[in-house]
């Protein structure tokens, strides 16, 4: 578990109750201690560190230049004092010429802020608090802190002209996590480059009719090789559906109400479209049904039926295949939902029997195998209250509590985001939220970190095989350790393109682990799309395994680690197929005959359904063939030429 200590006893005892000056000029020079701070009634930061990019209206300045230098933590959140929401943004250089170090927003209970960082002797930081939030007067402390071995440090990275960040999701398919700030009348996506640096694309598009205000989510929903988004508004769903070369987005918003909360993509039906999916706060849950041809079909019920919906998230619950629904709830109908998919997208709430309908507030879950035994365990976090549901699976969808004593069953902080991420790379998985970081320790207990940054987007940002933290100017960035890593990167053919829904597993010699593919974790943040795993000191992974939507199951052996592997789902096993693909499909939808381009015109073909089996079957002539036979839905159409089969994906209307 860590601590913090100051310098001294006495440091740590005394309250300076100096007035915080009005101006960055006249900021109040501070030490190690705890600190009293006025109401904030000062000039205003005009430069955004923390939480969202508003401005707040007033602010309160201090600066702090130690003697010696140290790891430090201002926060907050300090003990016997009341809760007061705070935004924090820590600053370097001159106050003409500030530039954002580190910073903090609701990283601790009742939305109190914390941020940790490295700070140089005798270097001066300028600490100023912002009245976004609240303009009250509070409590603060400015500690030495100090790091067990099972704790990785975060530093606020800022990245110059990023703002609003809420994804942090591969782009434009070169296997590096970049940051989205989606918008109103256009959206940013800074796309990481090498080293760390990052270079910013706008893509104006028509205004949105409904914001990402509540919830973000990514998913190649067409599946032609661009990465869409989801906006979930308090009145509705907006699509922006990438073009063919991923240049330009259309806005598609359903004109039907939703109070939209956590937002996915996910295939509900397993018939190898991407599908949508979004609570509803007021109503019943809503899905947007793919039907193959472009358009995506308004569908309510069947989801659960009644209001309170608040963070959905979707993964394989009675390791059966096929991807159930669990639905944190709060407010009006706070009975939660556990809901197993029959295979076929009909889904029935077993949450009642579970014993976990009882009323309990959340706003989110955290899913993930922490004990590593194979299936989905899950840490339902409080939103208000205190009480945090940790439950181990049993192997076939039903769950044992966790036994008393485990770490987050004596853990009182609360928060509306959960997740759960390898983060120091030991091979078990973490969990994020309740204003700290909780680590697995491996033996059914979780320590606690409340210096961690709060929750954000999550991804690999500098490349380096850590997961890094979004925030609102750029990302805290995980300082790592020595521990190995793999990523695996699956993408779909027969299944949808970003094989969500599918699960990877691999064994080394800490065992076996896995991960279920996503879009759309904790409330309202957009992650990375993957399969990160910590290896600890392990020294290779003996295989790699994944079981793809659709049922097929592949493996791969000896993979190099400390890397990134792209793994895309064969189409056969009889010939060897061609690397990339060097044909076309017109039109693609197809109705009753298809061309292609870029072939030789006689040759023979094979068309593959969602399922893997061979629907169709002859030779096509002059490049062109028919598929009027076929029923509505994606395909694969493998040609052969010089004894390499390629292949390529089209759809059926």
Known sequence: MIDLRASSLLLLLASMTAVAQNTCETAVPIGLGVHTAPQVTGTAPTLVCAGPATLGGAGLWYSFTPGASMLVTVSSYVTGFPYVDTRMHVYTGTCGALVCYSGGDDEGPGYTSIATFSATAGTTYIIAWDSYWSSNAFTFSVLESWVPDNVVLFSNTVVPGVSGVQGAVDMNDDGKDDMVSPGYSSFNVAHQGDAGAYSITNYPTSNAVNTASWSFAVGDWDSNGHRDLLYGGGSGATFMTANATGTAYTQFSPPQYIFCQRTNFVDLNNDGHLDAFSCHDVDANVAFMNNGAGQLVHTQGGYGTTCGNYGSIFTDIDNDGAVDLFVAKCGCD????????????????????????????????????????????????????????????????????????????????????????????????????????????????????????????????????????????????????????????????????????????????????????????????????????????????????????????????????????????????????????????????????????????????????????????????????????????????????????????????
């Open 334 to 653: 706070p009975n939660d939902l556990l809901m197993l998919n029959n295979g076929t997208g009909a889904f029935t709430n077993v949450a009642p029997s579970l014993g976990l309908a009882d009323g309990h507030q959340s706003w989110s879950s955290a899913w993930g195998d922490f004990d590593n035994d194979g299936d989905m365990d899950v840490l339902i976090g409080a939103s208000s209250g205190v009480v945090h549901k940790l439950l181990y699976n049993d192997g076939d969808g039903t769950f044992t509590a966790a036994p008393p004593d485990n770490g987050m069953d004596l853990w009182t902080g609360q928060s509306i985001e959960w997740t759960a991420h390898d983060f120091n790379n030991d091979g078990w998985i973490d969990i994020l939220g309740g204003g700290a970081l909780h680590y697995n320790n491996g033996d059914g207990t979780f320590s606690h970190d409340p210096n961690a940054p709060g929750n954000g987007p999550i991804g690999d940002l500098n490349n380096d095989g850590f997961l890094d933290i979004c925030n609102g100017g750029g990302y805290q960035r995980n300082n790592g350790n020595s521990n190995n890593w793999i990523r695996i990167n699956p993408q779909g053919t027969i299944s949808n393109r970003d094989a969500i829904g599918a699960r990877v597993s691999i064994t080394s010699a800490l065992g076996t682990q896995i991960r279920d593919i996503r879009s759309g974790d904790g409330f309202s943040h957009m992650s990375f799309i993957g399969a990160h795993f910590g290896l600890g000191t392990d020294p290779e992974v003996e295989e790699v395994s994944i079981h793809w939507p659709n049922g097929t199951v592949e493996s791969y052996k000896n993979p190099a680690i400390n890397t990134t592997h792209v793994m895309v789902q064969s189409t056969t096993t009889m010939v060897a197929e061609a690397d990339g693909v060097s044909f076309s499909i017109s039109p693609n939808p197809a109705e009753d005959v298809i061309m292609l381009a870029g072939t030789e015109p006689n040759l023979n073909y094979a068309v593959i359904d969602a399922s893997g089996r061979i629907v169709l079957a002859g030779r096509a002539v002059n490049g062109k063939l028919e598929v009027r036979s076929l029923s509505p839905g994606a395909y694969v159409l493998q040609v052969m030429e010089a004894d390499v089969v390629r292949s390529a994906r089209f759809v059926k209307k």
